[in-house]
């Protein structure tokens, strides 16, 4: 037990001396929070960080937007992607650097961590808008959702063995035996990372709740739909599961609670639906592996 008490300790301690994420996030933060900001509110917020704006025009350039012009200037991209897409990139790339300090050697199981991350947010933006709600912060919320995981690993090192709790190897994660292991697990810990960074509080709790939607008291609805995302991204490599199965059969057993809170919230249960998402991230896959390279660039 004291064993798992220094652990714990270890843990707490990394999240509380973690460093701080660059201006730049808080700025974006205040500035896309106020709904009376202009776009040239935007762009002075962002404009000293150079490295921040090169990573933009990169990603406004990438295959992901797909945009039929060179997106050549700051205030362009603005335009084109919009106040969300910009707080998203920010947010987004700010946390996916704050962990560049892993060693190299672990490069491929950190790659596979981001993608899943990356096609978590994609899938969460997507069924966002496929059910009418404003998809805000879902992208981000997505790629982010399980930085507790990475935290994890800068304390404890080879003891969180990456490839059993960083890729969930072998079951689709490894949530509940973590916390038996540890004593604290990786939504708890992900989101303490987002307090101390200041993130909106609808962040911080789709995070900490990704893995048990029932335990948020408010704006569950969030968690809930990061859940299915995560489930979904997790699909993508273990298609195997489909076989012989309904899409419905296998979503509410590997989520047995998910469907009564669904239509507790009011959310239409439609598996048709449903697997029209995952068709479409299957799709959308195919950009998961340029995204080490647009966010950390
Ligand atoms: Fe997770
Ligand atoms: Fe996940």
């Given at each position: 037990m004291d064993g798992q008490r220094d652990t714990e300790k270890m843990i707490w301690d990394l999240v509380d001396n973690f460093p701080s994420l660059p201006v730049v996030v808080t700025k974006v933060l205040e500035v896309t929070e106020d709904?009376?900001?202009?776009a040239q509110d935007l762009l002075q917020a962002i404009l000293p960080d150079q490295s921040m704006c090169i990573a933009i025009l990169k990603i406004a350039n990438s295959?992901?937007?797909?945009?039929?012009?060179?997106?050549?200037s700051i205030e362009r991209a603005i335009m084109v992607l919009g106040f969300n897409e910009i707080r998203s990139i920010v947010l987004g790339r700010a946390v996916v650097n704050s962990?560049?300090?892993?060693?190299?050697?672990h490069r491929y199981s950190v790659n596979c961590f981001w993608e899943h991350s990356f096609l978590c947010g994609l899938a969460a933006r997507n069924m966002a808008e496929g059910l009418g709600l404003?998809?805000?912060?879902f992208f981000v919320s997505g790629l982010i959702h399980d930085v507790g995981k990475l935290a994890m690993f800068l304390a404890l090192g080879d003891e969180y063995d990456p490839a059993k709790w960083?890729?969930?190897?072998?079951?689709l994660e490894n949530y509940g035996q973590e916390k038996k292991q540890f004593l604290v697990d990786h939504p708890l810990v992900g989101g303490k990372l987002l307090q101390k960074w200041d993130f909106p509080q609808s962040l911080i709790l789709a995070v900490a709740y990704?893995?048990?939607?029932?335990?948020?008291?408010?704006?569950r609805g969030y968690p809930l739909i990061l859940q299915v995302a995560d489930f979904y991204a997790h699909l993508i490599n273990h298609p195997h599961l489909l076989n012989g199965t309904s899409h419905e059969e296998l979503i509410c057993s590997f989520l047995p609670k998910l469907k009564e809170q669904w239509i507790e919230l009011n959310l239409p249960w439609d598996p048709f639906t449903m697997e029209t998402w995952y068709s479409w991230l299957k799709i959308e896959a195919r950009h998961g592996s340029q995204v080490m390279s647009l966010l950390t660039s």
């Open positions: 709904p009376d900001s202009s295959a992901l937007f797909g945009q039929p012009k060179k997106v050549s962990f560049s300090s892993i060693p190299a050697k404003q998809s805000g912060d960083m890729l969930g190897a072998g079951r990704h893995h048990n939607p029932e335990g948020c008291e408010k704006g």
